[in-house]
């Protein structure tokens, strides 16, 4: 496997950039069932990597999904501007999910070997593509005043494949076998993502991307608090 933070190296170390995440969470337990979630599906395939030379495990309060970034560092975006940008993407967004009361719902699963990481599939992404360009466009257009010409900073909708990763190589390595993870029954696990989460990420090849929170931004309901069933859940 080659080293991830060797390839995608930020230009600044240390200075954390402006990003929009989707943060899987625990499901509460059914009637003493306990639900399968994300985090559970992540931990099933990272107990295989276990002691896999060059791997960097991502601890589970770091899962995350990006849905716009990385943006402009920390010290390049005035506050107030940051504020008013933050307030633009919420009314965007509930615009965009229109008469919606429920998040998107994605499958997550399997886990798929990369060149440099080990990731969560998330399907379909349709589901996510207009939320990924409701905040492109949003950003772009506010963070530097309506008239900045901003590039685009993630790859096109149509090329861009969600995930979550749950591994990232953290040296040149051939030690590595991360192919364990076909050997997991992982499953798919359906994942309702209700709220998006503006953070200024970190990049570390120590710890991987942590982050510290601006905002979050609620775009729907669970289907719990909407008081409906969903029996294929529980396990």
Known sequence: MQDFF???????????????????????PVERLQRRSVLTQAAKYQAALEGQPGLLLVPPEWLHLTVWGPGLYQDEVEPERLE??????????????????YGPRVLTGP?????????LDV??????ASLMGTCDITIRS?????????????????????????AYCAEDTDACDP????EVNGGRVEWEITELHVVWEYQDRERGYTWEPIDSIRIGASIDELGLDDEDDQV
């Open 179 to 182: 192919h364990v993870v076909n």
């Open 142 to 166: 506010w963070i530097n005043g309506p008239d900045a010409d901003l590039p685009r900073v993630m790859p096109p909708v149509l090329k861009w494949r969600p995930h979550i990763t749950i």
């Open 111 to 119: 886990a798929l070997v990369g060149r440099s990481n080990i990731r």
């Open 123 to 128: 399907d379909p992404p349709d589901e996510l």
């Open 6 to 28: 060797a390839k995608k190296a930020w230009d600044r170390p240390g200075v954390p950039r402006l990003h929009v995440l989707a943060i899987p969470q625990p499901k509460p």
């Open 84 to 101: 008013k940008t933050i307030g633009q993407l919420r009314d965007a967004l509930l615009v965009n999910r229109g008469h919606r009361r």
